[in-house]
Protein backbone atom coordinates (compact mmCIF):
# COMPACT_ATOMS: atom_id res chain seq x y z
CA UNK A 1 0.00 0.00 0.00
CA UNK A 2 1.20 3.45 -0.32
CA UNK A 3 0.05 6.78 0.57
CA UNK A 4 -0.18 9.87 -1.93
CA UNK A 5 0.69 12.95 0.29
CA UNK A 6 -0.54 16.38 -0.57
CA UNK A 7 1.02 18.99 -1.79
CA UNK A 8 -0.51 22.70 0.08
CA UNK A 9 -1.83 24.52 -2.82
CA UNK A 10 -4.85 26.30 -4.09
CA UNK A 11 -7.87 24.64 -5.22
CA UNK A 12 -7.10 25.66 -8.89
CA UNK A 13 -3.26 25.41 -8.84
CA UNK A 14 -1.61 23.28 -11.39
CA UNK A 15 -1.01 20.05 -9.49
CA UNK A 16 2.01 18.49 -9.14
CA UNK A 17 2.62 14.77 -9.97
CA UNK A 18 3.79 12.25 -7.27
CA UNK A 19 5.02 9.58 -8.53
CA UNK A 20 4.62 6.15 -6.43
CA UNK A 21 5.12 2.71 -7.18
CA UNK A 22 2.68 -0.01 -6.87
CA UNK A 23 2.68 -3.99 -5.90
CA UNK A 24 -0.76 -4.20 -8.07
CA UNK A 25 1.27 -6.25 -10.95
CA UNK A 26 -1.53 -4.85 -13.16
CA UNK A 27 0.34 -2.38 -16.41
CA UNK A 28 1.88 0.39 -15.41
CA UNK A 29 2.32 1.46 -11.48
CA UNK A 30 0.01 4.06 -10.46
CA UNK A 31 0.55 7.34 -8.68
CA UNK A 32 -1.91 10.17 -8.14
CA UNK A 33 -1.93 14.07 -7.73
CA UNK A 34 -3.20 15.56 -4.68
CA UNK A 35 -3.73 19.27 -3.45
CA UNK A 36 -5.16 20.50 -0.74
CA UNK A 37 -5.43 22.64 2.81
CA UNK A 38 -5.28 21.48 6.41
CA UNK A 39 -3.98 18.46 7.89
CA UNK A 40 -5.57 14.71 8.14
CA UNK A 41 -7.13 13.17 10.80
CA UNK A 42 -3.82 11.54 11.64
CA UNK A 43 -1.50 14.38 11.06
CA UNK A 44 -0.27 16.20 8.10
CA UNK A 45 -1.90 16.87 4.93
CA UNK A 46 -4.86 14.67 3.24
CA UNK A 47 -3.70 12.09 1.42
CA UNK A 48 -4.74 8.74 -0.91
CA UNK A 49 -3.82 5.24 -0.68
CA UNK A 50 -4.05 3.50 -3.54
CA UNK A 51 -5.07 -0.26 -2.02
CA UNK A 52 -5.34 -1.51 -5.23
CA UNK A 53 -5.72 -1.97 -8.71
CA UNK A 54 -6.34 -4.14 -11.73
CA UNK A 55 -6.55 -2.97 -15.49
CA UNK A 56 -9.14 -5.31 -15.83
CA UNK A 57 -7.22 -7.31 -18.79
CA UNK A 58 -6.53 -4.06 -20.23
CA UNK A 59 -9.54 -4.12 -22.47
CA UNK A 60 -10.65 -0.28 -21.57
CA UNK A 61 -13.99 1.17 -22.06
CA UNK A 62 -15.10 0.11 -18.64
CA UNK A 63 -18.50 1.43 -17.21
CA UNK A 64 -20.49 2.02 -14.13
CA UNK A 65 -19.54 -0.31 -10.98
CA UNK A 66 -21.65 -3.10 -8.57
CA UNK A 67 -20.07 -3.81 -5.51
CA UNK A 68 -20.97 -6.59 -3.79
CA UNK A 69 -19.42 -7.92 -0.30
CA UNK A 70 -16.29 -9.34 -1.49
CA UNK A 71 -16.87 -8.61 -5.55
CA UNK A 72 -16.93 -6.27 -7.68
CA UNK A 73 -18.89 -6.30 -11.16
CA UNK A 74 -18.00 -3.48 -13.98
CA UNK A 75 -19.38 -3.15 -16.87
CA UNK A 76 -18.44 -2.25 -20.83
CA UNK A 77 -18.99 1.01 -22.37
CA UNK A 78 -18.16 -1.05 -25.81
CA UNK A 79 -20.54 -3.82 -27.25
CA UNK A 80 -18.98 -7.45 -27.85
CA UNK A 81 -18.79 -9.49 -31.41
CA UNK A 82 -16.57 -7.35 -31.96
CA UNK A 83 -14.36 -6.56 -28.70
CA UNK A 84 -12.92 -8.95 -26.96
CA UNK A 85 -14.17 -9.02 -23.18
CA UNK A 86 -16.78 -6.64 -23.41
CA UNK A 87 -19.15 -8.22 -20.73
CA UNK A 88 -19.44 -7.67 -17.15
CA UNK A 89 -15.85 -8.65 -15.74
CA UNK A 90 -16.80 -10.06 -11.90
CA UNK A 91 -13.60 -9.49 -9.90
CA UNK A 92 -12.79 -10.79 -6.59
CA UNK A 93 -11.78 -8.00 -4.03
CA UNK A 94 -10.81 -10.53 -0.46
CA UNK A 95 -7.70 -9.23 -0.49
CA UNK A 96 -8.06 -5.58 -1.15
CA UNK A 97 -4.22 -4.80 -2.15
CA UNK A 98 -4.93 -7.78 -5.24
CA UNK A 99 -7.79 -8.10 -7.21
CA UNK A 100 -8.24 -10.04 -9.27
CA UNK A 101 -10.72 -11.06 -12.29
CA UNK A 102 -12.15 -14.34 -11.79
CA UNK A 103 -15.13 -14.84 -14.83
CA UNK A 104 -17.29 -12.60 -16.47
CA UNK A 105 -20.79 -12.51 -17.98
CA UNK A 106 -20.84 -12.73 -21.54
CA UNK A 107 -23.16 -14.31 -24.80
CA UNK A 108 -25.76 -14.44 -24.57
CA UNK A 109 -26.88 -12.44 -21.82
CA UNK A 110 -24.06 -9.48 -21.88
CA UNK A 111 -21.66 -8.77 -24.76
CA UNK A 112 -23.85 -8.44 -27.47
CA UNK A 113 -23.15 -6.44 -30.79
CA UNK A 114 -24.38 -2.85 -30.72
CA UNK A 115 -25.00 -3.18 -26.65
CA UNK A 116 -23.45 -1.79 -24.05
CA UNK A 117 -23.88 -2.72 -19.79
CA UNK A 118 -24.18 1.13 -19.46
CA UNK A 119 -25.07 0.84 -15.60
CA UNK A 120 -25.19 -1.62 -13.01
CA UNK A 121 -26.34 -1.61 -9.63
CA UNK A 122 -26.23 -4.70 -6.57
CA UNK A 123 -28.72 -5.39 -3.53
CA UNK A 124 -26.39 -7.52 -1.63
CA UNK A 125 -28.39 -8.44 1.00
CA UNK A 126 -30.77 -10.18 -1.69
CA UNK A 127 -28.13 -11.53 -3.57
CA UNK A 128 -29.16 -9.12 -6.89
CA UNK A 129 -27.39 -8.00 -9.67
CA UNK A 130 -29.36 -5.30 -12.08
CA UNK A 131 -27.27 -4.30 -15.54
CA UNK A 132 -29.05 -1.55 -17.91
CA UNK A 133 -28.33 -2.71 -21.28
CA UNK A 134 -28.73 -0.14 -23.94
CA UNK A 135 -27.48 0.25 -27.40
CA UNK A 136 -24.75 2.50 -27.79
CA UNK A 137 -22.97 4.83 -30.55
CA UNK A 138 -20.72 4.23 -33.12
CA UNK A 139 -19.50 7.45 -32.49
CA UNK A 140 -19.02 7.62 -29.23
CA UNK A 141 -18.59 4.18 -28.23
CA UNK A 142 -16.93 2.52 -30.64
CA UNK A 143 -19.60 0.38 -31.27
CA UNK A 144 -21.18 -1.33 -34.44
CA UNK A 145 -24.66 -1.81 -36.35
CA UNK A 146 -25.31 -3.80 -38.37
CA UNK A 147 -28.56 -3.51 -40.21
CA UNK A 148 -28.61 -6.69 -42.56
CA UNK A 149 -28.12 -9.06 -39.38
CA UNK A 150 -30.76 -7.54 -37.03
CA UNK A 151 -32.74 -5.60 -38.86
CA UNK A 152 -35.71 -5.68 -36.65
CA UNK A 153 -33.78 -3.39 -33.99
CA UNK A 154 -31.79 -1.40 -35.80
CA UNK A 155 -28.66 -3.07 -36.02
CA UNK A 156 -27.92 -3.84 -32.21
CA UNK A 157 -28.36 -7.50 -31.13
CA UNK A 158 -31.54 -6.71 -28.97
CA UNK A 159 -33.60 -3.71 -27.38
CA UNK A 160 -32.57 -1.93 -24.82
CA UNK A 161 -33.36 -3.78 -21.50
CA UNK A 162 -32.87 -3.91 -17.36
CA UNK A 163 -30.98 -7.80 -16.38
CA UNK A 164 -31.51 -8.95 -12.96
CA UNK A 165 -29.50 -11.79 -11.92
CA UNK A 166 -29.52 -13.89 -9.10
CA UNK A 167 -25.74 -13.52 -7.20
CA UNK A 168 -25.48 -16.01 -4.62
CA UNK A 169 -22.96 -17.85 -6.09
CA UNK A 170 -20.96 -14.33 -6.82
CA UNK A 171 -18.83 -15.76 -9.59
CA UNK A 172 -22.01 -17.68 -11.56
CA UNK A 173 -24.76 -15.00 -11.82
CA UNK A 174 -27.94 -16.72 -12.79
CA UNK A 175 -30.26 -15.06 -14.71
CA UNK A 176 -33.56 -14.16 -13.00
CA UNK A 177 -35.12 -12.23 -15.60
CA UNK A 178 -35.10 -9.70 -18.53
CA UNK A 179 -37.18 -7.09 -18.93
CA UNK A 180 -37.88 -5.68 -22.31
CA UNK A 181 -37.89 -1.46 -22.85
CA UNK A 182 -38.53 -1.93 -26.67
CA UNK A 183 -36.22 1.04 -27.54
CA UNK A 184 -33.85 0.58 -30.00
CA UNK A 185 -31.35 2.74 -32.62
CA UNK A 186 -33.71 4.79 -34.80
CA UNK A 187 -36.85 3.84 -32.57
CA UNK A 188 -35.46 6.54 -29.31
CA UNK A 189 -38.89 7.39 -27.60
CA UNK A 190 -38.23 6.82 -23.82
CA UNK A 191 -34.62 5.13 -24.53
CA UNK A 192 -33.20 4.40 -21.03
CA UNK A 193 -29.92 6.42 -20.09
CA UNK A 194 -29.33 6.06 -16.27
CA UNK A 195 -31.49 4.83 -13.11
CA UNK A 196 -31.42 5.74 -9.56
CA UNK A 197 -32.27 2.22 -7.49
CA UNK A 198 -34.89 3.34 -4.27
CA UNK A 199 -35.34 1.23 -1.17
CA UNK A 200 -38.08 1.40 0.96
CA UNK A 201 -36.66 1.86 4.48
CA UNK A 202 -39.76 0.74 6.20
CA UNK A 203 -40.31 -2.72 3.57
CA UNK A 204 -36.97 -3.21 2.57
CA UNK A 205 -38.03 -5.95 -0.11
CA UNK A 206 -39.57 -3.07 -2.01
CA UNK A 207 -37.37 -1.76 -4.79
CA UNK A 208 -38.03 1.37 -7.18
CA UNK A 209 -36.45 1.77 -10.01
CA UNK A 210 -36.28 5.68 -11.17
CA UNK A 211 -35.06 5.99 -15.28
CA UNK A 212 -34.44 8.88 -16.63
CA UNK A 213 -34.65 8.94 -20.76
CA UNK A 214 -33.86 11.80 -23.20
CA UNK A 215 -37.57 12.21 -24.26
CA UNK A 216 -40.80 11.86 -23.53
CA UNK A 217 -41.73 11.17 -21.04
CA UNK A 218 -38.21 11.97 -19.13
CA UNK A 219 -39.19 9.95 -16.01
CA UNK A 220 -40.13 5.93 -15.85
CA UNK A 221 -41.14 4.46 -12.30
CA UNK A 222 -40.24 0.60 -12.03
CA UNK A 223 -41.55 -1.47 -9.29
CA UNK A 224 -38.73 -4.01 -9.33
CA UNK A 225 -39.29 -5.88 -6.09
CA UNK A 226 -39.91 -9.00 -7.66
CA UNK A 227 -37.49 -9.13 -10.88
CA UNK A 228 -39.56 -11.67 -12.59
CA UNK A 229 -42.72 -8.91 -12.55
CA UNK A 230 -41.66 -5.74 -12.99
CA UNK A 231 -43.88 -3.46 -13.56
CA UNK A 232 -44.38 0.36 -14.79
CA UNK A 233 -45.62 2.73 -11.29
CA UNK A 234 -46.20 5.80 -13.16
CA UNK A 235 -44.46 8.34 -16.19
CA UNK A 236 -43.60 12.34 -15.78
CA UNK A 237 -42.40 14.30 -17.79
CA UNK A 238 -41.08 18.42 -17.05
CA UNK A 239 -43.09 19.34 -20.13
CA UNK A 240 -46.08 17.48 -20.60
CA UNK A 241 -46.88 17.79 -17.01
CA UNK A 242 -45.43 20.30 -15.17
CA UNK A 243 -45.43 23.16 -18.09
CA UNK A 244 -41.86 23.43 -18.77
CA UNK A 245 -41.64 25.66 -21.81
CA UNK A 246 -37.63 25.38 -22.84
CA UNK A 247 -37.74 23.43 -25.47
CA UNK A 248 -34.10 23.35 -26.61
CA UNK A 249 -32.40 20.01 -27.94
CA UNK A 250 -30.92 18.91 -24.36
CA UNK A 251 -33.94 19.69 -22.51
CA UNK A 252 -34.40 16.61 -20.67
CA UNK A 253 -33.59 14.40 -17.28
CA UNK A 254 -30.33 13.28 -17.60
CA UNK A 255 -30.38 11.55 -14.22
CA UNK A 256 -31.81 12.26 -10.63
CA UNK A 257 -31.73 10.80 -7.00
CA UNK A 258 -34.57 10.49 -4.21
CA UNK A 259 -34.36 11.26 -0.69
CA UNK A 260 -33.95 8.51 1.72
CA UNK A 261 -37.33 8.46 2.68
CA UNK A 262 -38.00 8.41 -0.72
CA UNK A 263 -40.88 11.65 -0.77
CA UNK A 264 -38.19 13.96 -2.81
CA UNK A 265 -36.42 13.26 -5.80
CA UNK A 266 -33.79 15.85 -7.13
CA UNK A 267 -33.97 16.21 -11.04
CA UNK A 268 -30.87 17.17 -13.37
CA UNK A 269 -32.74 18.57 -16.76
CA UNK A 270 -29.63 18.63 -18.51
CA UNK A 271 -30.78 22.62 -20.55
CA UNK A 272 -33.35 22.90 -18.43
CA UNK A 273 -31.34 23.07 -15.29
CA UNK A 274 -32.00 21.44 -11.70
CA UNK A 275 -35.17 21.44 -9.85
CA UNK A 276 -37.25 19.33 -6.84
CA UNK A 277 -40.69 17.44 -7.38
CA UNK A 278 -42.30 15.58 -4.73
CA UNK A 279 -42.64 11.59 -5.04
CA UNK A 280 -44.73 11.20 -1.99
CA UNK A 281 -47.14 8.86 -3.71
CA UNK A 282 -44.23 6.60 -4.73
CA UNK A 283 -43.20 6.21 -1.55
CA UNK A 284 -46.08 5.58 0.43
CA UNK A 285 -47.30 3.79 -2.52
CA UNK A 286 -50.40 5.28 -3.13
CA UNK A 287 -52.62 4.11 -6.08
CA UNK A 288 -52.07 5.62 -9.31
CA UNK A 289 -49.37 7.99 -7.64
CA UNK A 290 -48.55 11.44 -9.09
CA UNK A 291 -45.74 13.24 -9.46
CA UNK A 292 -45.76 16.91 -8.27
CA UNK A 293 -43.63 20.01 -8.84
CA UNK A 294 -41.77 21.48 -5.60
CA UNK A 295 -40.03 24.30 -7.67
CA UNK A 296 -42.23 26.10 -10.20
CA UNK A 297 -40.62 25.92 -13.66
CA UNK A 298 -40.01 29.84 -13.98
CA UNK A 299 -38.11 29.38 -10.44
CA UNK A 300 -35.88 26.46 -11.11
CA UNK A 301 -32.27 26.64 -10.97
CA UNK A 302 -30.91 26.99 -14.42
CA UNK A 303 -27.56 28.62 -15.71
CA UNK A 304 -28.29 27.51 -19.79
CA UNK A 305 -27.33 29.23 -21.18
CA UNK A 306 -24.52 30.46 -21.34
CA UNK A 307 -22.94 26.73 -20.52
CA UNK A 308 -23.02 24.45 -23.34
CA UNK A 309 -24.96 21.53 -22.13
CA UNK A 310 -26.60 21.08 -18.33
CA UNK A 311 -27.03 19.66 -15.40
CA UNK A 312 -25.79 16.09 -15.23
CA UNK A 313 -26.01 14.90 -11.99
CA UNK A 314 -27.88 16.11 -8.54
CA UNK A 315 -27.24 14.21 -5.60
CA UNK A 316 -28.49 15.59 -1.97
CA UNK A 317 -25.64 16.09 1.04
CA UNK A 318 -27.32 13.97 3.57
CA UNK A 319 -28.67 16.16 6.58
CA UNK A 320 -27.80 19.71 5.20
CA UNK A 321 -30.34 21.34 2.53
CA UNK A 322 -27.46 21.50 0.07
CA UNK A 323 -27.76 19.45 -3.29
CA UNK A 324 -24.41 19.00 -5.48
CA UNK A 325 -24.39 19.48 -9.30
CA UNK A 326 -22.18 18.09 -11.82
CA UNK A 327 -22.15 19.35 -15.33
CA UNK A 328 -20.54 17.13 -18.07
CA UNK A 329 -18.91 18.67 -21.21
CA UNK A 330 -17.28 16.30 -24.05
CA UNK A 331 -15.32 18.05 -27.00
CA UNK A 332 -16.61 18.56 -30.58
CA UNK A 333 -18.04 17.15 -32.47
CA UNK A 334 -20.54 15.37 -29.25
CA UNK A 335 -20.41 18.63 -27.60
CA UNK A 336 -19.75 22.27 -27.27
CA UNK A 337 -15.87 21.55 -25.49
CA UNK A 338 -13.48 23.96 -23.05
CA UNK A 339 -14.56 25.48 -20.85
CA UNK A 340 -15.41 21.91 -19.16
CA UNK A 341 -18.51 21.39 -16.67
CA UNK A 342 -17.47 21.45 -13.15
CA UNK A 343 -20.06 21.47 -9.84
CA UNK A 344 -22.20 23.79 -8.10
CA UNK A 345 -23.41 23.61 -4.62
CA UNK A 346 -27.16 25.12 -4.25
CA UNK A 347 -29.04 26.00 -1.43
CA UNK A 348 -32.87 24.32 -1.18
CA UNK A 349 -33.81 25.42 2.17
CA UNK A 350 -36.84 26.61 -0.01
CA UNK A 351 -37.78 23.91 -2.25
CA UNK A 352 -39.91 26.80 -4.06
CA UNK A 353 -36.41 28.41 -5.64
CA UNK A 354 -33.44 26.68 -5.49
CA UNK A 355 -30.22 29.34 -5.38
CA UNK A 356 -26.76 29.23 -5.73
CA UNK A 357 -24.63 28.56 -2.46
CA UNK A 358 -21.40 28.30 -4.10
CA UNK A 359 -19.03 26.68 -7.15
CA UNK A 360 -16.39 24.05 -7.16
CA UNK A 361 -13.48 24.34 -10.26
CA UNK A 362 -10.49 22.51 -11.51
CA UNK A 363 -7.70 24.74 -13.33
CA UNK A 364 -8.72 23.34 -16.15
CA UNK A 365 -11.96 24.77 -15.96
CA UNK A 366 -10.37 28.15 -15.97
CA UNK A 367 -11.07 29.42 -20.05
CA UNK A 368 -7.52 30.29 -20.44
CA UNK A 369 -6.94 26.34 -19.94
CA UNK A 370 -8.39 25.52 -23.35
CA UNK A 371 -6.56 23.21 -25.41
CA UNK A 372 -7.19 25.46 -28.14
CA UNK A 373 -5.27 27.83 -26.45
CA UNK A 374 -2.50 26.50 -24.87
CA UNK A 375 -1.98 24.04 -27.97
CA UNK A 376 -2.72 20.89 -26.52
CA UNK A 377 -4.84 17.92 -27.66
CA UNK A 378 -8.51 18.77 -28.48
CA UNK A 379 -9.62 15.18 -27.85
CA UNK A 380 -10.21 15.24 -24.27
CA UNK A 381 -12.14 16.84 -21.32
CA UNK A 382 -11.80 17.62 -17.71
CA UNK A 383 -15.05 17.57 -16.63
CA UNK A 384 -16.88 16.99 -13.75
CA UNK A 385 -19.27 13.69 -14.06
CA UNK A 386 -20.48 11.42 -11.19
CA UNK A 387 -20.74 12.27 -7.29
CA UNK A 388 -20.95 10.27 -4.60
CA UNK A 389 -21.58 12.13 -0.80
CA UNK A 390 -20.91 12.45 2.13
CA UNK A 391 -22.10 15.05 5.42
CA UNK A 392 -19.08 16.98 4.58
CA UNK A 393 -17.48 14.84 1.33
CA UNK A 394 -17.91 14.95 -2.38
CA UNK A 395 -15.85 12.30 -4.30
CA UNK A 396 -16.35 13.38 -8.11
CA UNK A 397 -15.04 11.61 -11.25
CA UNK A 398 -13.88 13.94 -13.41
CA UNK A 399 -12.67 12.25 -16.50
CA UNK A 400 -9.43 13.57 -17.27
CA UNK A 401 -8.87 15.78 -13.75
CA UNK A 402 -9.14 12.50 -11.86
CA UNK A 403 -11.09 11.82 -9.09
CA UNK A 404 -11.55 14.87 -6.83
CA UNK A 405 -12.54 14.52 -3.04
CA UNK A 406 -13.75 18.07 -2.32
CA UNK A 407 -14.19 19.36 1.08
CA UNK A 408 -18.29 21.01 1.29
CA UNK A 409 -18.50 22.23 4.97
CA UNK A 410 -18.90 25.71 3.76
CA UNK A 411 -20.38 25.61 0.23
CA UNK A 412 -19.33 29.05 -0.45
CA UNK A 413 -15.70 28.44 -0.32
CA UNK A 414 -16.05 24.23 -1.88
CA UNK A 415 -11.99 23.08 -1.35
CA UNK A 416 -10.10 20.30 -3.03
CA UNK A 417 -8.61 17.64 -0.36
CA UNK A 418 -6.83 14.95 -2.93
CA UNK A 419 -7.75 14.46 -6.49
CA UNK A 420 -6.37 11.17 -7.52
CA UNK A 421 -4.71 10.53 -10.95
CA UNK A 422 -3.25 7.48 -11.10
CA UNK A 423 -0.40 6.72 -13.93
CA UNK A 424 -2.26 5.75 -17.11
CA UNK A 425 -1.20 2.02 -17.80
CA UNK A 426 0.72 1.24 -21.19
CA UNK A 427 -1.96 0.44 -23.75
CA UNK A 428 -5.37 -0.97 -24.19
CA UNK A 429 -7.26 -3.16 -26.35
CA UNK A 430 -10.28 -0.47 -27.56
CA UNK A 431 -9.45 3.31 -26.74
CA UNK A 432 -12.36 5.28 -26.11
CA UNK A 433 -12.67 7.17 -29.45
CA UNK A 434 -14.16 10.78 -27.75
CA UNK A 435 -11.20 10.76 -25.33
CA UNK A 436 -7.69 9.94 -27.09
CA UNK A 437 -6.26 13.20 -25.76
CA UNK A 438 -5.86 12.27 -22.20
CA UNK A 439 -5.36 8.67 -20.98
CA UNK A 440 -6.98 9.41 -17.83
CA UNK A 441 -10.41 9.14 -17.51
CA UNK A 442 -12.05 8.72 -14.40
CA UNK A 443 -16.02 7.97 -15.04
CA UNK A 444 -17.31 5.93 -12.73
CA UNK A 445 -20.33 6.45 -9.62
CA UNK A 446 -17.86 6.11 -6.80
CA UNK A 447 -18.73 3.14 -4.00
CA UNK A 448 -18.02 3.00 -0.62
CA UNK A 449 -17.67 -0.09 1.34
CA UNK A 450 -16.07 -1.15 4.39
CA UNK A 451 -14.06 2.53 4.48
CA UNK A 452 -12.76 1.76 0.98
CA UNK A 453 -13.57 3.67 -2.16
CA UNK A 454 -14.30 1.85 -5.71
CA UNK A 455 -14.25 3.40 -8.13
CA UNK A 456 -13.38 2.69 -12.35
CA UNK A 457 -11.10 4.57 -14.66
CA UNK A 458 -12.71 3.86 -18.65
CA UNK A 459 -9.36 3.26 -19.74
CA UNK A 460 -7.18 2.09 -17.06
CA UNK A 461 -9.26 0.02 -15.17
CA UNK A 462 -10.29 -0.47 -11.12
CA UNK A 463 -9.13 1.30 -8.52
CA UNK A 464 -9.22 0.33 -4.26
CA UNK A 465 -8.77 3.80 -3.03
CA UNK A 466 -8.19 4.49 0.98
CA UNK A 467 -8.75 8.54 2.04
CA UNK A 468 -6.84 9.96 5.07
CA UNK A 469 -8.02 13.24 5.63
CA UNK A 470 -10.63 15.57 7.32
CA UNK A 471 -13.99 13.53 7.67
CA UNK A 472 -12.69 10.41 6.62
CA UNK A 473 -14.81 8.79 9.38
CA UNK A 474 -17.50 9.58 7.18
CA UNK A 475 -16.57 7.11 4.37
CA UNK A 476 -16.73 4.43 7.10
CA UNK A 477 -19.81 5.16 8.04
CA UNK A 478 -22.15 6.54 5.95
CA UNK A 479 -25.24 4.26 5.62
CA UNK A 480 -26.18 4.55 1.92
CA UNK A 481 -29.73 3.37 1.06
CA UNK A 482 -29.46 5.24 -2.68
CA UNK A 483 -28.21 3.03 -5.46
CA UNK A 484 -25.95 5.06 -7.17
CA UNK A 485 -23.47 4.18 -4.25
CA UNK A 486 -23.63 0.80 -2.09
CA UNK A 487 -26.47 -0.82 -0.71
CA UNK A 488 -25.92 -2.25 2.76
Given amino acids: MRRLRSFAVAALAVVPCVACSSGSGSGAPPS ?28 G ?38 PVVVDEIGAPEE ?72 TYPGHENSKAHEFFLWRDPKNRDRILLYVSTPSVPSLTVLDASDPTKVSVVTTWDAHTDAMLTDNTANSYLHSLSVSDDGNVAYMAYLAAGFFLVDTSDLASGAANPKVKVLTPMDARFDYTPPATMGT ?96 TTDPAAAAQLVAVKPDPIAKVATEDPMFQGNPIEMWSYPVLQDGLVYVVDVRNGLYILRYHGPHEEQIARRHFLEGNSNLK
Fill in 32 to 59: ADAGADGASDAGGPPSVEIVGHSDLGAR
Fill in 111 to 182: SLLGMSSRELRAVPDKNLLIVLNMSCSTQLHGCQHLIQRYHMTGGAAETDNFRFYDISTPTQPKLLARYDLG
Fill in 61 to 98: MNSSIAVAGRYVYVGSRTDGDTHTKAGVQIVDVKDPAN
Fill in 312 to 407: HSAVKIPGRDVVLLTDEVYPPPAGLGCPWGWARLVDIADPKKPTLSGEYKIAENDPTMCPDKLGGPLMTTFTAHNPTVTENLALVTWHSGGLQIID
